[in-house]
């Protein structure tokens, strides 16, 4: 059985910082690439950050570059969204996604989600 299970939501303040965790099991971690998602009402959900099998390549959305960081621990299938510098846009409910087609951004690609974590982020 596949679960993702997501983690480090929580209230936080503008300017502050959150990590989110990510742990996976049911399937081999290390043969998909990862992506955080995050989506709030009444919109599309949009991908935050990506990253490749292996670790070695990762992609971010303009609105997050330089703030946010992703990165995985194949050892212990896990991924992980380090964010910093906060502002209220972020809040958000913040998914993990597998995708066995390796990194993309495209939601319709990636075949196993989480579900959620809640990041609101005030003034």
């Known amino acids: 059985q596949v679960v993702l299970v997501e983690s480090g939501g929580e209230l936080a303040q503008a300017g502050g910082s959150l990590k989110l965790s990510c742990a996976a099991s049911g399937f081999t971690f290390s043969s998909y690439a990862m992506g955080w998602f995050r989506q709030v009402p009444g919109k599309d959900r949009e991908l935050v950050a990506g990253?490749?099998?292996?670790?070695?390549?990762?992609r971010y959305a303009d609105f997050v570059q330089g703030r946010f960081t992703i990165s995985r621990d194949n050892a212990n299938n896990t991924v992980y969204l380090q964010m910093n510098n906060l502002n209220p846009e972020d809040t958000a409910a913040y998914y993990c996604?597998?995708?066995?087609?390796?990194?993309?951004?495209?939601?319709?690609?990636?075949?196993?989600w989480g579900q959620g974590t809640q990041v609101t982020v005030s003034s």
């Open positions: 990253i490749s099998r292996s670790g070695e390549i990762t």
């Open positions: 996604a597998a995708s066995v087609y390796g990194l993309n951004w495209n939601p319709t690609l990636y075949q196993y």
